[in-house]
């Protein structure tokens, strides 16, 4: 590529997020409200749909990590929902831990959870700023 040449950015592709287990891993993210779009035991993957997108959540199975956070922060994926305090309501039933209450954000509200190896997933509204969500 020449130093006039650029390139687009086209979209996201996959989001990755290492596990320990797929099944476990699979078995959680259902539990919090993905849909699984398909999974490849054999390849340690699977793919989570978010809403109608085609990228989604790629669990990608790493043996290594066991059932243990990674030794590194992680970083925060946020999927937007229509209101994240009934999200919020429907993950604790659910039997999934709150990071935290869910909590108010420039753009309406938030509230996150942590898988069993310390994926960090978020998901949040934008009531306060309907404008710049998907639903307005």
Do not use: C, Q
Not at 23 to 47: K, N, S
Not at 64 to 75: M, N
Request: overall charge negative; aromatic content about 10%; charged content about 25%.
């Amino acid at each position: 590529m020449s130093d006039d040449e650029s390139y687009e950015l086209l979209g996201f592709d996959n989001v990755l997020l290492p596990v320990g287990d797929l099944g476990e891993a699979v078995g959680f993210y259902e539990r919090a409200g993905f849909t699984t779009g398909f999974r490849i035991d054999e390849a340690g993957i699977a793919l989570l749909r978010v809403g109608g997108e085609t990228p989604g959540l790629l669990l990608r199975e790493e043996e290594e990590f066991g059932h243990r956070p990674p030794p590194w922060p992680s970083p925060r994926v946020w999927v937007e929902v229509p209101d994240a305090r009934v999200a919020a309501d429907s993950l604790a039933a659910a039997g999934i831990p709150l990071l935290d209450a869910p909590s108010p954000v420039v753009t309406g509200w938030t509230v996150e959870i942590a898988d069993p190896w310390g994926n960090v997933v978020g998901f949040t509204d934008y009531s306060k700023r309907p404008e710049l969500g998907r639903i307005s």
